[in-house]
């Protein structure tokens, strides 16, 4: 993507790039059986959907066995407060039900405290749990963090353990995705010199907040970062503007402040 690049053009990257999430609390599996249709587009599939791990076993015998849209869950979500055998159960079992990856709360609270032990410890139980064929997001809670030393030592622990993918948010708390934690990540992931994605959650609703934080992650690592392996959307609603650009219909809405 060049930063010049038009919105029709951005969109139909950003919808490559998108983890279509439906982690509502009263989700139904009628709900998944839609969300995974939406998945599937007739411009491409999403990167992944990003739903709750009752319904991974579900979502497989949808997609199928080799489907181009991943299956991500959640585990020790939102709160991060489990215990770590109780989240490694939680991810075996997303894993044998079907997950391609696993999207973790760290112990934030713990990191807020003082406790590093903590964060190191969970993430790397969950990531020897994933072994090496499933991909680990850890999600930091940025928002909760709030402190730039904060998420920039979340984000090194996190790279550090072994993490494929660091995520700003859960979606669940006052203050979601916003540019200056990505900014903080993707510094950090450019001084860790691994190869590590990023993912922005919660917030990102129109192609016009896309265009920001691919904007923001070209500037600090290249266009031809923008990946699916080292870029994702976490969002409910971005598809439907996505899908509105990319058919050449008007936006849905204006860019969300920031």
Known sequence: MTLEASNRQLASLALSLLDLTDLNDDCTPEAIEALCAKARTPHGPVAAICIWPRFVRQAREILGPSSPVHIATVVNFPSGELKIEEVVAETTGAIADGAD???????????MTGDEQAVRDMISAVRTACGETVLLKTILETGELKERGLIRNASHLAIQEGADFIKTST???????TLEAADIMLTAIRESGRHVGFKPAGGVKTVADARLYLTLAATIHGPDW?????????????????????????????????
Do not use: Q, W
């Open 171 to 177: 979606g669940k708390v006052a203050v979601n995705a």
């Open 226 to 258: 923008l990946m699916p392996s080292t870029f994702r959307f976490g969002a409910s609603g971005l598809l439907a503007d996505i899908l509105s650009v990319i058919e050449g219909r008007e936006s849905l809405a204006a860019p969300a402040a920031y």
């Open 101 to 111: 990856e696993i999207d973790l709360v760290i112990p934030y609270r713990a990191l």
